[in-house]
C-alpha cells in the first residue's frame, strides 16, 4: 500500500465515524470497498462529490473501489435525512442515469485498468429484480428483527412527527434492502467495507449485522462514513438559490461551476480545498499559509476551483470559466464574448438588467436603441452623449465611437446578443428577437 487509507481521510476531514478494526484491516489487505449512489438523476451534483472523493483515494491506496448504483433502492426511497418519500422511477431511466453518472464517475475512478484494484460499476436492481417477496421475507427479513429496525435514527425521526404523512412500509424495509446489498456484494465479490455519508450509519450497520446473522460473527465487515459536508452558515452543501450544482455541464455550466467554488468563505474554502482535491498535506499547508498572509489574493478559492474544475470538466472548460470570469472585471474582448455558448454567456451575465428588443429594430442608432423605454439603459440620449464621449460606454466589450453608431445583425452575439457597458461595473444585456 503506499499509503494509509484511513489516515488519508482523517488529515482531509473525510472521517466520522469507523468501526473498530477497520483501520488495521485495510492495512493488512487489499480490500474491496463499496459506495451506493442514488440513481434519480441522469447527474451527480457536488454533494455526492465527497463519496466519490472517498472511492478516488481508496483506490489510489491500493484498495479496489465498487460504486453502487441503487436501481432497486432508487425505486423505493430512503428516509435518512429525509421528510418524504421520493417518486418512483421506471427501469428505463434508471438505467440511462446509471450510464450517465459511470461517465462522470469515470473521471474519478479507472474502470478500464488492467490492475487488480480497478473500479467496478454494480447495480443492486440486478440481484433484487428476480428476487421474490417470499424469498425476501424468508432469507433476509427473518435474521433482522423490527426492535432492531424500530431503533435506527432515520426511523425513530420520520415516526416521532417530522414527516407529515408518517413512514411507509415501502421505506422501513428499506435498510433491510440496503444491508442485504452488503451481504450480496459480500459473498459475490468479496466487499468487506462500505462507504458511505454519516447519515447513511444505521442502514450500513444493518449490512454488517446481517452479515453477522447470516454467516456468523467471525465474517470480517466494516463500515466507514465521511461527515455531512456543510457550509458555513450550517446549511446543505451544494445548493444555492438557483437549486444544485451539477457535474453535468448541461445542468450548471463550467463557469456557474467555477464560480461555486470561487466564491466560498475562507473557513470553506480552507476545509473543501482538503476534501476535493488530490492536493497533498504538504501543498495545502502552504496554500493556507500563503492565504493567510492576504486574504484579499483568495489564492485558496482560487486554487480550489481551479482543481476541482479541471478534474469534474477539463482544463479548457477551466480555461473558458476564467476567461469568463474577467469579463465582468473590466477584461476581455468582443472576440472572447464570441468564444462562449449561449448558455455561458447567460450564466455570466444572470442577474444583470435584461432587456427584450424586436430585430426590426436594428438599423438605428445607438442612443435611439439604449433610451427607448423598453429599453431603459439611459434616462436621456444627452446623458447618453454625454458618456460616450468621455469614453464610458461600450457594446460588446468594445468602445462606442459614437453616440449615433448604428447597430446592426452583425453586432449580435451568438445571433441574438447585445452586451451594453455603461462605465466600468454596469452591465446591460439585450435579447433580440
Not at 294 to 315: F, N, Y
Request: aromatic share 10%; hydrophobic share 35%; charged share 25%.
Amino acid at each position: 500500500m503506499t499509503k494509509n487509507f484511513v489516515e488519508e481521510l482523517r488529515w482531509r476531514g473525510m472521517l466520522a465515524q469507523i468501526m473498530p478494526g477497520t483501520e488495521e484491516y485495510l492495512n493488512a489487505n487489499m480490500v474491496s470497498a463499496y459506495l451506493g449512489t442514488d440513481p434519480t438523476a441522469d447527474s451527480l451534483h457536488i454533494g455526492h462529490l465527497c463519496g466519490i472523493m472517498m472511492l478516488r483515494h481508496l483506490q489510489r491506496c491500493g484498495h479496489k473501489p465498487y460504486l453502487l448504483v441503487g436501481g432497486a433502492t432508487g425505486m423505493i426511497g430512503d428516509p435518512s435525512g429525509k421528510s418524504q418519500e421520493r417518486n418512483l422511477l421506471d427501469a428505463a431511466t434508471l438505467y440511462h442515469n446509471q450510464e450517465a453518472i459511470k461517465k462522470q464517475v469515470s473521471k474519478f475512478l479507472d474502470f478500464d485498468g488492467t490492475e487488480p484494484n480497478k473500479a467496478e460499476l454494480v447495480n443492486n436492481y440486478d440481484w433484487m429484480k428476480d428476487f421474490t417477496f417470499l424469498d425476501f421475507a424468508r432469507e433476509v427479513g427473518k435474521h433482522i428483527t423490527v426492535n432492531y429496525m424500530m431503533a435506527k435514527d432515520s426511523v425513530q425521526k420520520r415516526l416521532n412527527g417530522e414527516a407529515r404523512d408518517g413512514l411507509s412500509f415501502t421505506e422501513f424495509t428499506y435498510q433491510l434492502l440496503q444491508g442485504y446489498d452488503f451481504l450480496y456484494q459480500y459473498q459475490k465479490y468479496g466487499v468487506r467495507l462500505q462507504l458511505g455519508g454519516n447519515d447513511q450509519w444505521g442502514n450500513m450497520t444493518t449490512g454488517t449485522e446481517l452479515i453477522h446473522r447470516t454467516l456468523g460473527n467471525d465474517a470480517e465487515c466494516y463500515c466507514l462514513t465521511c461527515p455531512l459536508i456543510t457550509k458555513s452558515d450550517g446549511k446543505k452543501f451544494g445548493k444555492t438559490e438557483s437549486g444544485n450544482i451539477w457535474l453535468d455541464p448541461a445542468r450548471t455550466t463550467p463557469y456557474a461551476f467555477y464560480q461555486f467554488w470561487l466564491n466560498v468563505s475562507d473557513a470553506e474554502a480552507e476545509k473543501y480545498i482538503k476534501i476535493f482535491t488530490d492536493l497533498d498535506k504538504e501543498t495545502i499547508d502552504a496554500l493556507i499559509a500563503e492565504h493567510n498572509e492576504d486574504p484579499g489574493r483568495r489564492v485558496l478559492q482560487k486554487r480550489l476551483a481551479e482543481e476541482v474544475t479541471t478534474m469534474v470538466h477539463s482544463r479548457e472548460d477551466l480555461e473558458t470559466a476564467q476567461e469568463a470570469s474577467n469579463i465582468l472585471f473590466g477584461k476581455g474582448t468582443k472576440e472572447t464574448l464570441q468564444k462562449f455558448d449561449e448558455a455561458t454567456l447567460l450564466s455570466i451575465f444572470e442577474g444583470v438588467p435584461h432587456f427584450q428588443l424586436p430585430k426590426d429594430q436594428l438599423g438605428q442608432p445607438a442612443v435611439d436603441l439604449f433610451t427607448r423605454d423598453d429599453v431603459k439603459i439611459f434616462n436621456s440620449k444627452g446623458e447618453m452623449r454625454k458618456l460616450v464621449q468621455g469614453g464610458g460606454v461600450s457594446l460588446n466589450k468594445e468602445k462606442l465611437g459614437a453616440f449615433d453608431q448604428v447597430v446592426t445583425a452583425d453586432d449580435l452575439i451568438d445571433g441574438k446578443y447585445l452586451l451594453v457597458q455603461r462605465g466600468k461595473k454596469n452591465y446591460y444585456l439585450i435579447t433580440v428577437k
